[in-house]
T-cell receptor
Framework: AQRVTQPEKLLSVFKGAPVELKCNYS??????LFWYVQYSRQRLQLLLR??SRESIKGFTADLNKGETSFHLKKPFAQEEDSAMYYC??????????FGAGTRLFVKA | ETGVTQSPTHLIKTRGQQVTLRCSSQ?????VSWYQQALGQGPQFIFQ???????GRGNFPPRFSGLQFPNYSSELNVNALELDDSALYLC????????????FGPGTRLTVT
């Protein structure tokens, strides 16, 4: 079955600390993985995708096919990073499967 | 460039009733996907419309149906509402059926009593 698992509902870190939001997936085939973010009172928006291998707002995510993981990392968290983060998997070309989300809270 | 809009913002329905939710896609986009987001959960894919045809469907019963119009706006219809249909309904538009980047609307909050 195709599935995305985000084991942490809430992650709280201090400003300046490293942050890692975990994501594991289950998919038979070559996965296309994404991270979406939803800031307070804003719409859900794409943060990054694994194919582009880019850093957005200081965040990076590496696809590890052996561990079926796609963890989101940032070396130094900022208060403005506080948001809801969703890991997602694109399946069959049209369907996006989302995890349950992790709320990141960056404390001053 | 106009973003994705959805209407209404909120509505309350009674079990057994029918509801229609609307979505206007972003300018230049021909694909609309609908999602249901229950409280505390991530969005769940309902179906996708591409150039007025249903292009794919998630694990939702037939009482969830949709339409896409020539201007690429879309409707989600839900018949015989159940209490578990209470959720935030999101639509997202993109410039192609398999284009990775989709733009989300603000959602419609449906409460079924």
């Amino acid at each position: 079955a195709q599935r995305v698992t985000q084991p942490e509902k809430l992650l709280s870190v201090f400003k300046g600390a490293p942050v890692e939001l975990k994501c594991n997936y289950s998919y038979s085939g070559s996965p296309e993985l994404f991270w979406y973010v939803q800031y307070s009172r804003q719409r859900l928006q794409l943060l990054l995708r694994h194919i582009s291998r880019e850093s957005i707002k200081g965040f990076t995510a590496d696809l590890n096919k052996g561990e079926t993981s796609f963890h989101l990392k940032k070396p130094f968290a900022q208060e403005e990073d506080s948001a809801m983060y969703y890991c997602a998997l694109k399946s069959g070309g049209f369907k996006t499967i989302f995890g349950a989300g992790t709320r990141l809270f960056v404390k001053a | 460039e106009t973003g994705v809009t959805q209407s209404p913002t909120h509505l309350i329905k009674t079990r057994g009733q029918q509801v229609t939710l609307r979505c206007s896609s972003q300018s230049g986009h021909n694909t609309v996907s609908w999602y249901q987001q229950a409280l505390g959960q991530g969005p769940q894919f309902i179906f996708q419309y591409y150039r007025e045809e249903e292009n794919g469907r998630g694990n939702f019963p037939p009482r969830f149906s949709g339409l896409q119009f020539p201007n690429y706006s879309s409707e989600l219809n839900v018949n015989a509402l159940e209490l578990d249909d209470s959720a935030l309904y999101l639509c997202a538009s993109s410039s192609g059926a398999d284009t990775y980047e989709q733009y989300f609307g603000p959602g419609t909050r449906l409460t079924v009593t």
